[in-house]
């Protein structure tokens, strides 16, 4: 009895919220997913860079050098966002509800 | 989302690097080449000069940007110079000519030493330039810590 009594003081609560906006721009998962590209990219682009310098393609050691230097910032920013995510969602599950 | 900008300074410090590096080759063949009396040109070798020209970015290039953006630096050119060759007297010497005179190379190897010292010491600067690069970036990071 004490279920039926709250259900219907909840159902219309939840219809009237507002539904969620369309066309709002690229989501955080969006943002995200293409950062994760990005430093995909920079990795496959490094070991193409050092595969190429082994195969005694590469020019000189500085551009095999930077483009490890910009794989390994570029993938150090994306664990620093990814450590920060689990932190932030890890504080709401400790949240008191 | 790019990266592009964030990596800007690298890519800058990257041209420095490129570019010392072909002023130390100049200067290596200068030096390898300082007694050298025959060139496919004829005549002695004549000593090789870099030349740097700015560059700027693609964004300036196309007219997105109004101002300048710096974006590296690159080898302009490698000039020949156009000084004399040195004629030295050494009638054994098989390029003399009849009064026995050989024209060598205008290439003081003492000065190329310098240059070399020069060249090497701007390459560390860049290097430095790309270290505190790296150490800012990962400064900044911390912050998210």
């Given at each position: 009895m004490e279920i039926a009594r709250i259900a219907p003081a909840l159902t219309p609560k939840t219809a009237a919220m507002p539904a969620p906006p369309q066309n709002?721009?690229?989501g955080f998962r969006d943002i995200l997913g293409s950062a994760i590209d990005t430093v995909n990219d920079k990795q496959l682009a490094a070991q193409q860079v050092i595969a190429d310098f082994a195969a005694g393609?590469?020019?000189?050691?500085h551009d095999v050098m930077l483009a490890e230097v910009e794989a390994d910032i570029s993938f150090k920013m994306l664990a620093q966002t990814r450590n920060k995510l689990v932190e932030a969602y890890k504080e709401i599950m400790r949240m008191d509800v | 989302m790019s990266f592009d900008s964030v990596f800007s300074s690298l890519s800058v410090s990257g041209s420095g690097l490129g570019a010392e590096q072909a002023r130390m080759k100049a200067i290596a063949e200068n030096i390898a080449n300082?007694?050298?009396?025959?060139?496919p040109e004829g005549g002695p070798y004549r000593r090789q000069r870099v030349i740097f020209a700015s560059v700027l970015s693609s964004a300036m290039r196309s007219g997105l940007q109004r101002s300048p953006a710096p974006a590296g630096v690159r080898v302009a050119g490698v000039v020949r110079s156009t000084e004399p060759p040195i004629s030295i007297f050494?009638?054994?010497?098989?390029?003399?000519d009849k009064t026995g005179h050989v024209a060598v190379p205008n290439i003081s190897v003492p000065n190329e030493m310098i240059d070399m010292i020069a060249a090497a010491r701007s390459y560390e600067a860049n290097l430095a330039a790309i270290r505190n690069f790296k150490t800012m970036v990962s400064k900044a990071m911390s912050i998210l810590r």
């Open positions: 709002v721009g690229p393609k590469g020019d000189n050691v | 300082a007694n050298t009396t025959r060139t050494d009638p054994d010497h098989p390029d003399a």
